[in-house]
């Protein structure tokens, strides 16, 4: 089984769904991320979080929320999708420099 | 906003020779630097991190930083058509890591 596991893998949706995307993790660490990746844009950070009661907004909050349900488990949410969401979606965990990332969950937002 | 930039590419090398890709970054008081792997369709994976002025190698790979300079570089020896992948650079920000757009390496036999 994968250490960091994305649900689900890949969703296709309309304009104003609400979207959510499940992370979990087996690696231990506190630590854990949600980037987007758009070509030609890299790896932007979305949310990160320290522990269960520690959120913090990174770069591209805007129009996404998350929850840290557990150590293990760290979603994120789409309030009212729109077509420029649409993206390759990772979660990760780790430490001071490595992270490890899940399979990621390619997002369509029609 | 601290940025960390990268040439898009794609490299093109031929099998066999050195490959060298490239990063330069805004933030003058970043300590920590980390070369990732990702593979079309694949995730990130880390191959390198460097914290020190200088060269740090492993294997077929040399990371080089120059701080003075706001620099880092990935130094791929004997090239492999395996290495052919997207190689991001990233820069540690307090508690996150802050990545560029990455360079795509195409190794061609």
């Known amino acids: 089984d994968a250490d960091v596991t994305q649900t689900p893998r890949n969703r296709i949706t309309k304009t104003g769904k609400r979207i959510m995307l499940e992370c979990s993790q087996t690696?231990?660490?506190?630590?854990m991320y949600w980037y987007r990746q758009d070509p030609g844009l890299g790896l932007r950070l979305i949310y990160y979080?320290?522990?269960?009661?520690?959120?913090n907004k990174g770069e591209i909050s805007d129009g996404y929320s998350v929850s840290r349900q557990a150590q293990a488990k760290f979603s994120l949410s789409l309030e009212s999708a729109i077509p420029n969401q649409t993206a390759l979606y990772f979660c990760?965990?780790?430490?001071?420099?490595?992270?490890?990332f899940g399979e990621g969950s390619r997002l369509t937002v029609l | 906003q601290k940025e960390v930039e990268q040439n898009s590419g794609p490299l093109s090398v031929p099998e066999g020779a050195i490959a060298s890709l490239n990063c330069t970054y805004s933030?003058?008081?970043?300590?920590?630097f980390f070369w990732y792997r990702q593979y079309s369709g694949k995730s990130p994976e880390l191959i390198m991190f460097?914290?020190?002025?200088g060269d740090k190698e492993d294997g077929r790979f040399t990371a080089q930083l120059n701080k003075a300079s706001q620099y880092v570089s990935l130094l791929i020896r004997d090239s492999q058509p395996s290495d052919s992948a997207t190689y991001l650079c990233?820069?540690?920000?307090?508690?996150?890591?802050?990545f560029g757009t990455g360079t795509r390496l195409q190794v061609f036999p």
């Open positions: 990760a965990t780790g430490g001071s420099g490595e992270l490890f």
């Open positions: 690696k231990g660490h506190d630590r």
């Open positions: 979080s320290f522990d269960v009661k520690d959120i």
């Open positions: 933030d003058r008081g970043s300590q920590s």
């Open positions: 460097i914290y020190s002025n």
């Open positions: 990233a820069a540690r920000d307090t508690d996150k890591l802050i």
